[in-house]
């Protein structure tokens, strides 16, 4: 699913976020995938617990995020690095209010939700798209980061109550994926928005990834296969890694200038 829309993208710096191809949606599946498995690794792998465990990840997401917003383009493996980190912010901070502070995953659904909303709201106010083509200076940035953030979270929470509401993660991922394949079918035969359904999906390929990993690490007695969380983890790490190095990795800014963007 491309993400072609019109913005008030500046010609003279390009965007510092991959173009939005078949394998950016490949490496963001196995990214919410170790980002599950990962923090699964470090609060009960590891014991730190989810409080410990979230402030470690959401420090290493601030530095990559101050990393990637001083770099001058688009760096693969630092945009990925960043991706990963908050995934595992989002599975640790969503485990963390459900689990430490009794929020329960429905209503830090629906606060997340609420904040999501909100930041793609001021960001399109401001300035004037929430396309991808438009992530090139630091405020546009920190919208995009912000939205990733939350969306991420969100997805972790979402995963984790259908799961727990009785589907199992076997039949949540069945859901998610399901959802997923709506969202491509709006894109090749509706009108709607190309940003709007980048979000979309970027937010619904979180908790397909949050309950594929549950699969892959909870106990058998739980619906899982009961695999080693960090082995797990870096068989994921090294799938993305090679997925980095094999797939084509350009900057959504130069898919936008080779065609030039839908108006819709």
């Known amino acids: 699913m491309d993400n072609h829309e019109g913005g008030r993208a500046d010609g003279a710096h390009g965007s510092k976020v991959p173009a939005v191809t078949l394998g950016f949606w490949i490496i963001k599946i196995a990214a919410t995938t170790l980002g599950e498995t990962g923090g699964d690794t470090a609060s009960m792998s590891l014991g730190l617990g989810y409080a410990l465990g979230t402030v470690i990840f959401l420090s290493l997401l601030i530095v990559l995020v101050s990393m990637q917003i001083a770099a001058k383009k688009f760096h693969p493996f630092l945009y990925w690095a960043t991706i990963v980190a908050s995934t595992t912010v989002g599975t640790t901070l969503a485990d963390f209010a459900d689990r430490s502070l009794g929020i329960g995953y429905a209503g830090g659904s629906v606060i997340l939700l609420t904040g999501l909303l909100i930041?793609?709201?001021?960001?399109?106010r401001i300035e004037g798209s929430i396309a991808?083509?438009?992530?090139s200076e630091p405020r546009v940035e920190a919208f995009y980061w912000t939205a990733i953030t939350l969306s991420q979270t969100l997805g972790t929470a979402l995963g984790d109550w259908t799961a727990d509401s009785g589907l199992g993660y076997g039949g949540a991922a069945l859901v998610f994926?399901?959802?997923i394949l709506i969202v491509v079918l709006l894109y090749f035969r509706s009108n709607l928005s190309r940003a709007g359904l980048f979000w979309a999906a970027f937010i619904l390929t979180r908790p397909l990834g949050a309950t594929v990993g549950d699969f892959l690490d909870k106990p058998l007695d739980q619906g899982g296969l009961a695999l080693s969380r960090p082995i797990a983890s870096l068989v994921l790490g090294a799938f993305i890694v090679a997925c980095i190095l094999v797939l084509?990795?350009?900057s959504a800014e130069r898919?936008?200038?080779?065609?030039p963007p839908e108006t819709r």
């Open 119 to 124: 930041v793609l709201a001021a960001w399109y």
């Open 132 to 135: 991808v083509e438009t992530v």
């Open 177 to 179: 994926g399901g959802l």
């Open 248 to 250: 084509p990795q350009r």
């Open 255 to 259: 898919v936008r200038t080779a065609a």
